[in-house]
């Protein structure tokens, strides 16, 4: 990777805003880092926050908390754009009028066992690239030292696998590669195939962070009758929520970019446009009825109570 790769993958690595080391590190690039209860900048850098959030992050967390992913969103995350075509991502809100995570409490991170990827990694950032002419995407790590972070200057030294396994990474990794895979082509490849961009966004938005409404989505008769999903697929994904955000990858890849995943039913396409006329058809007429009564209001003879300013009776 040449340095101009390199700093536009800096660039937009979530830690933008911070010194990152100008190397892309290897995975066995030894650092010299450790965290722990003692140093004395404990939870500072969960005092001022910028956490983006994978799929199996919210997943994570809605299912720790008992909330629904679309309780969980409202309550915890705002969105951001993602690209330049406005693809939806969605970051840790802070506290109220504050810039604190809300899962910091004196004693560190409450929710510690089901934390974001974001911050298992730190202070090393995760870097995914994919170049046009290649279909997998390759990985480096930078490393972040802000001056607020003391863990530095601690003496152990490991290489960044180590800290990886320590931090338990390697599965959100795992998990998230479909997602991560299906950005990188969408930021590679420009706009959409085939779709009005807002309504990829929605179906984006959805199939990767509202995982309960997506599943209803997948549910609903008006996706049964689109798609021929198998019997045996459809029990695994109503009753796993992993093997659900699996499928949703897959179906995005193939509402996005036409790769093959589902069949559709026949006859599928006509009836979507027969519902997509219909609806087009329903909100002219609205539009035009409520021409017309503006029309028919503007040439009333008929004088109204307050037609002559006094608001009067008579
Ligand atoms: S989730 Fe935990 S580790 Fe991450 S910012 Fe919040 S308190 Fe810190
Ligand atoms: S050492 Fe760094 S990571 Fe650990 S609490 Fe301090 S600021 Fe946070």
Redesign the pocket.
């Known amino acids: 990777m040449d340095e101009q790769e390199f700093n536009n993958l800096a660039k937009e690595s979530p830690f933008r805003e911070s010194p990152v080391m100008p190397n892309m590190l290897e995975g066995d690039t030894t650092i010299q880092f450790r ?1 722990h209860r003692n ?1 004395k ?5 969960c005092s001022n926050i910028d956490i983006p959030l994978t799929p199996y992050d919210i997943l994570r967390l809605k299912n720790r908390l008992g909330l629904s992913s679309a309780e969980f969103l409202q309550q915890y995350t705002f969105p951001y754009e993602l690209d330049k075509d406005g693809l939806p991502g969605v970051k840790f809100q802070p506290v109220e009028g504050g810039t604190a995570c809300q899962f910091m409490v004196a004693e560190g991170c409450s929710v510690y066992e089901d934390r974001p990827a974001a911050c298992r990694y ?2 090393v950032a995760l870097l995914s690239m994919r170049r046009s002419d290649e279909y997998t995407d390759r990985t480096g790590y930078a490393l972040v030292q802000e001056k ?4 530095h200057q601690e003496e152990r030294k490991l290489t960044i696998e180590e800290y990886r396994q320590e931090q338990g990474v390697s599965d959100y990794d795992e998990k998230s590669r479909g997602w991560r895979q299906l950005i990188l082509k969408k930021k590679s490849t420009g706009s959409t195939v085939g779709k009005p961009p807002m309504i990829s966004n929605q179906l984006f938005f959805m199939a990767s962070y509202d995982m309960d409404r997506f599943r209803a989505f997948v549910m609903s008769p008006s996706f049964n009758e689109s798609y021929m999903v198998p019997v045996e697929t459809m029990a695994e994904i109503v009753a796993d929520d992993e093997k659900l955000m699996e499928f949703a990858f897959n179906f995005l890849k193939q509402s996005l970019f036409n790769e093959k995943f589902l069949e559709e039913q026949e006859g599928a396409f006509e009836k979507h446009r027969a519902r997509l006329n219909a609806r087009g058809q329903a909100i002219r007429a609205a539009m035009e009825q409520g021409r017309q009564k503006m029309e028919d209001d503007k040439y009333d003879p008929e004088p109204r109570p307050g037609d002559c300013g006094c608001g009067g009776n008579d």
């Not at 900048?41 to 850098?45: E, G």
């Open positions: 965290c140093v900048c404990w939870n500072a850098c730190y202070p607020h972070c003391l863990g």
